[in-house]
């Protein structure tokens, strides 16, 4: 019994979804999300509730369920309203701006590292250690985040670097206590 596939989708106002065989488009008013999903799964609509069913009970179907579901909820959301992931830049000299359609970042290396803005992916910094990204796919806008945190993770010693806002960085001691007996 799938909790999260037996769930419901409700379509807000003002975004309109169409179910093409198994072919979902969301449109609203951030922009339209189109997806094909596996054939075993039933997506239905009735009025504006979105429903996924499953043919039977195998580990594959099972899985598949909840992820349909979810990946449905995601794209009328997203439409709906825009998902965000905020970054934050810890670091002496560490810092971030916006050149164009291009976020430029100091990171303490010889040279800038320059980030082109995707298609379907906002980038905005309002202070020069804060970057956020938004946009209306999920997958996008995670992975967009994940890609800018590479460039310079945070160190565990003293916590420099690129790291999600409200992260918990783990810190090591250090050499405290090296040569002495």
């Known amino acids: 019994m799938s909790r999260i596939g037996n769930k419901h989708i409700d379509i807000p106002a003002g975004v309109e979804v169409k179910i093409d065989g198994h072919t979902v488009t969301a449109k609203g008013p951030n922009g339209t999300l189109t997806r094909t999903f596996d054939s075993r799964m039933e997506i239905q609509m009735e009025g504006s509730v979105i429903t996924v069913k499953r043919p039977n009970d195998d580990k594959e179907c099972r899985s598949l369920h909840g992820l349909t579901r979810t990946l449905i909820h995601n794209m009328v959301e997203g439409v709906h309203k825009n998902f965000t992931k905020e970054l934050e830049i810890n670091g002496v000299g560490y810092r971030a701006a916006k050149q164009g359609s291009n976020l430029v970042m100091n990171l303490g290396f010889s040279h800038q590292v320059i980030m082109p803005e995707i298609p379907g992916i906002k980038i905005e910094v309002p202070q020069p250690n804060r970057i956020t990204i938004i946009g209306p796919d999920k997958e996008k806008v995670g992975q ?20 999600y806002v409200g992260e918990t960085i783990i810190r090591k001691e250090g050499k405290a206590g090296k040569g002495k007996k």
Request: proline share 15%.
């Open 144 to 163: 967009f985040a994940a890609e800018v945190r590479e460039k310079r993770p945070p160190e565990p010693y003293k916590g420099k670097g690129i790291k």
